[in-house]
T-cell receptor, first 111, second 114 residues
């Protein structure tokens, strides 16, 4: 099925560094979502974005809904070891609830 | 229950057998979603329900896959005549309202078809 372009595919950073990842689509979305998945667990919703240009924070996480409605980014500031995991973006268009997902960004944090 | 539960957690079956995967959403949640996630991939939408009504089944790979939610609570995803390519993690998610994104995911059922 259709999947979004998410980059980078993986990141290995030092504790305390900031992280940025993004997601792009060939089609317009009206909702962008960011999830984190730990090994063996289901995805956990981090941030939901519903409006073009919207910038939303959740603690050290900040996400933005691109103005073109075809992209979104997620920033993590001052990373800590528990930030390790796979981060997925997901988008939704129209009125249906079908989510299109990215392939994930795997984050490793060196303490 | 406190969260979304799924059963069984692991299912190993032989090719050609039928399997039924169960999802028990958070009590009172209107929307229920089924996803399939292959190793190293993001989840892939299969189908979703609002109450007992199946709203979108466009993600079901073929007619061997079906899902139901007859009383608007527990849902069953059935795969008939399983094939090896059906092996994956099958995840269920629920949301309190129909306007909300997939928020609460279950632990998944790992299906292996030999």
């Amino acid at each position: 099925g259709q999947q979004l372009n998410q980059s980078p595919q993986s990141m290995f950073i030092q504790e305390g560094e900031d992280v940025s990842m993004n997601c792009t689509s060939s089609s317009i979305f009206n909702t962008w979502l960011w999830y984190k998945q730990d090994p063996g667990e289901g995805p956990v919703l981090l941030i939901a974005l519903y409006k073009a240009g919207e910038l939303t924070s959740n603690g050290r996480l900040t996400a933005q809904f691109g103005i073109t409605r075809k992209d979104s980014f997620l920033n993590i500031s001052a990373s800590i070891p528990s930030d390790v995991g796979i981060y997925f973006c997901a988008g939704q268009s129209g009125n249906n609830r079908k989510l299109i997902w990215g392939l994930g960004t795997s984050l490793a944090v060196n303490p | 229950g406190a969260g979304v539960s799924q059963s069984p957690r692991y299912k190993v079956t032989k090719r050609g057998q039928d399997v039924a995967l169960r999802c028990d959403p958070i009590s009172g949640h209107v929307s229920l979603y089924w996803y399939r996630q292959a190793l190293g991939q993001g989840p892939e939408f299969l189908t979703y329900f609002n109450y007992e009504a199946q709203q979108d089944k466009s993600g079901l790979p073929n007619d061997r896959f079906s899902a139901e939610r007859p009383e608007g609570s527990i849902s069953t995803l059935t795969i008939q005549r399983t094939e090896q390519r059906d092996s994956a993690m099958y995840r269920c998610a629920s949301s309190l309202t129909s306007g909300e994104a997939s928020r609460f995911f279950g632990p998944g059922t790992r299906l292996t078809v030999l």
